[in-house]
């Protein structure tokens, strides 16, 4: 079976802790799948908020789609462990990019997931990808 390969970038372009909750736990007493997802969502979201916009729905003045994502579970995560999430921004395409997450249970000391998922800048009223913004590529993509 093949399996994902999932590289983190050289830069970290942004940093964020979370704290398990019990909502996050599964009937094997660690997070569950879907849980780590939303875990994931929620540091994207603060590092889009950051951008500037104050607008978690757009970044730099474009709305964003996510196209695809992929995982790497590493370690168990349990009730109380303090999560630090970093995120990196690599691929950059005219109309989209990746961002991915490095996930470290500083509770344990172990590596959790490596987390990436495939953005792209998106026209909902007109529902077509639209070019990337050229803040965005003059801030991450030189």
Do not use: C, W
Not at 7 to 28: C, H, K, L, M, W
Not at 35 to 49: D, G, H, K, P, T
């Amino acid at each position: 079976m093949a399996r994902t390969k999932i590289e983190f970038p050289e830069q970290v372009v942004f940093s964020t802790t979370y704290t398990v909750v019990i909502g996050d736990i599964n009937r094997a007493d660690h997070v569950a799948a879907d849980r780590l997802f939303a875990i994931v969502i929620e540091a994207q979201q603060r590092f889009f908020m950051q951008l500037g916009d104050g607008d978690a729905q757009t970044i730099y003045g474009a709305a964003y789609i996510m196209a695809d994502s992929e995982v790497i579970y590493q370690s168990e995560s349990k009730h109380g462990d303090e999560l630090k999430i970093e995120l990196g921004v690599t691929n950059l395409t005219s109309k989209g990019f990746e961002v991915i997450y490095r996930i470290h249970n500083s509770s344990t000391g172990f590596s959790m997931a490596l987390v990436k998922t495939g953005m792209v800048f998106f026209d909902y009223q007109a529902g077509k990808p639209v070019p990337m913004p050229e803040l965005f590529r003059l801030k991450f993509g030189g």
